[in-house]
């Protein structure tokens, strides 16, 4: 075992993630002071742990980002972090509702609307922020970006309303959801975290079998973004194997003859 995988050991990591310890090595506390200089640092965090961590960061080497990039013909920057974030985030560590002015497509704007935050997600391909809530009258699941709300005010809630409201939202993503076993071939285990990277975007366990000496993730995904999942399984290509969720061992095997089929007809031809 090589000293990379020593240090990246499934097992060590996991306790010193029980102990609450983070491991970070130097390119990555770099890039991060990098990051900080960014104007929008100063509206994504607060004061205090912008300046706690720019002083731990303060012996670190800059990134020379002009040596190693170089943008060419670049489109309209899109902020990636947004002012409604942070208000959003401690209604929701509160367990407040809200009264929520928002906009619609054809440019209605709904008013003093009764919701239910439950998570924030980021798209990485419309590189846009959405809020996913419960319409409280409605008990229907919504999902609106960040730019459509117009304002919002906390309301408090009794903590019993609070749970059954948020049971609900539970009830409801869970008919919306499913989840797939991968496995990670032995031989690509110390690619484990360019594996766990391109997972990234979805919610996952993982479990490793001393005896076997293999990974498996668990991902939990919504069902229309099983083709995505997918995307993903053919870029990676034998460093993993889909062991449990019937439809996308179905597609797989669907993606697999359609090549051979367009391989034996390149070599005929």
């Avoid at 401690?90 to 935050?117: F, I, N, S, T, W």
């Avoid at 919610?203 to 293999?214: H, L, P, Q, T």
């Avoid at 997918?230 to 460093?239: A, C, I, Q, Y």
């Amino acid at each position: 075992m090589s000293l990379f995988e020593k240090i990246f050991n499934y097992q060590i990591l996991s306790r010193l993630h029980d102990n609450g310890t983070f491991m970070t090595t130097s390119h990555e506390r770099s890039w991060l002071k990098g990051m900080l200089e960014h104007e929008a640092a100063d509206e994504a965090l607060l004061p205090d742990t912008l300046d706690k961590l720019k002083r731990h960061l303060a012996e670190e080497a800059m990134p020379d980002w002009d040596r190693h990039l170089l943008m060419k013909a670049a489109g309209r920057e899109t902020q990636v972090y947004h002012p409604l974030i942070r208000p959003l985030r401690r209604a929701m560590l509160k367990g407040c509702l809200l009264q929520l002015d928002y906009g619609v497509k054809d440019g209605r704007c709904h008013e003093h609307v009764a919701a239910l935050p439950y998570k924030l997600e980021y798209s990485m391909v419309k590189r846009e922020w959405y809020l996913l809530w419960l319409h409280v009258r409605l008990r229907m699941m919504m999902s609106t970006r960040l730019s459509k709300i117009v304002a919002f005010r906390e309301t408090e809630c009794p903590q019993e309303q609070y749970a059954e409201l948020l049971a609900t939202v539970k009830k409801r993503l869970a008919g919306k959801q499913t989840s797939a076993v991968i496995r990670i071939v032995p031989e690509y285990n110390e690619e484990l975290s360019r594996i766990l990277y391109a997972f990234s975007p979805f919610e996952r366990d993982i479990d490793y079998d001393e005896e076997a000496g293999e990974y498996r993730i668990t991902l939990y995904f919504a069902k229309d973004e099983l083709e995505y999942v997918l995307s993903k399984l053919r870029f990676l290509g034998k460093r993993v194997q889909v062991i449990q969720n019937d439809r996308l061992i179905q597609r797989m095997r669907q993606t697999v003859e359609w090549v051979m089929e367009r391989y034996s007809e390149e070599r005929e031809s």
